[in-house]
């Protein structure tokens, strides 16, 4: 079973009018299956891969008379292998500048490679494709951020569930989430994913004298995904490594779309405010095979499901930028004195969502005083508060502050 990708559409349009379309994300998660599904609908021409050692030797030997040879519409897989050559594709783009004239696809992220994205800049445009949202898993295609944003917020129901914890812990990278695997076939998965990327990608976009501490950096990070990225304190969970080089592999790892930073709300605000971001995993099924749990495991341990929740909650969200009018930024806050908001959404219209992301079924009031405090400074800017929940009922708790059901995300709305 192939998976539906909304961003396939956004791909098809800009193919129409930039020279160099690069459709970036980690490894696994669907962009050669895409590219070769843009060839079989006459989008694109031709497919060739940098994983071929030959098409790589080729490629890096004389790379400018190997791109002139190329059609118009081919893809190039895996060019992060030979990032040293983009000032060839550049020459060659310059030369004979038509749409749609290669599309790239790569499991780093070119914007923090050094030099990359400036050699590009102007004929390029770049997708991020990160892994399945839940609803294309499901074959229906998300408007929640635009209805978030939007004035009609009418009361609704959706289809209860009780599997949060079980998508939570299984993720969206596709194949998992394609076949019925046990939890012997995930762990098998995720370590061959895991090897792969030590063996491959890693050392395609940096020279990393400590290879080994990856998976033990990747465990940390996993532990506490939803905290504030503190690397002293990591730094002396990892004894040996120090700040300045666990800097340099937390770069890599986002570099590599695995680990995710949310930056911190730094708007004149009246209180002092925590300005170090946040630390995520990519996915959350990953992120369960790193600290070696299962579901029991997670629903024995409620303050890793929590955090693991808001992982899954902001995840989601994100996936849809790819295809939705609004595309906001995103943060978190945290004051000082303790007031804390798990995410705020901030579109270019200036009108600010927060959101909060509880584990449980049920809700005090209380759990809204952080919003009401936000919607008191904010004033005209705050358009919504939202406290997602694993209930199943809509609950309108304020003119403009609401409680969803988290599946609310991914499943279809039901006017009431």
Partial sequence: MTFKRFLKTNIEETLEYAPIVLINGARQSGKSTLAKELIESGKLSRYITLDDPINLANFLDSSIPFLERLERGTVIDEIQ??????????????????????LLTGSANILLLPKLADSLAGRIAIHTHIPHSQREIIGRKED??????????????V????????????GSYPEPTNGDYDQKRLDFWYQSYLQTLLLKDVRDVANIEQVGFMPLLLKVLAARTGN?????????????????TLTRYIKLLQTLYLVETL??????????????????????????????????????????????????????????????KVRPSMYYLRTKDGQEIDLILEAKNDKLVAIEIKASSN??????????????????????????????????????????PIQTLWEERVEI
């Fill in 81 to 102: 292998k030979a990032a040293e050559a983009f000032s060839s594709i550049k020459y060659v783009v310059d030369e004979n500048r038509l749409p749609g004239r290669f």
């Fill in 144 to 157: 929640f951020v635009d209805w978030l944003f939007s004035d009609e917020f009418d009361n609704f129901k």
């Fill in 159 to 170: 289809k209860p569930y009780t599997d949060i914890l079980e998508r939570v812990a299984r």
């Fill in 228 to 244: 504030i990225l503190n690397y002293a304190d990591i730094s002396r969970t990892l004894e040996n490594l120090n700040t300045k």
């Fill in 263 to 324: 930056p911190a709300w730094y708007s004149n605000y009246t209180k002092k405010l925590i300005k170090s971001p946040k630390i995520y995993l990519n996915d959350t099924g990953f992120a369960m095979y790193l600290l070696q749990k299962d579901i029991e495991g997670l629903e024995y341990d409620r303050s890793l499901y929590g955090n693991l929740l808001e992982n899954f909650v902001i995840t989601e969200i994100q996936k849809q930028f790819g295809w939705v």
């Fill in 363 to 404: 809700f005090k009031m209380n759990s809204i005083d952080n919003i009401k405090e936000f919607q008191k400074v904010m004033g005209d800017k705050f358009h919504r508060g939202i406290i997602f929940y694993t209930g199943n009922q809509f609950h309108r708790l304020t003119d403009k502050i609401y409680a969803l």
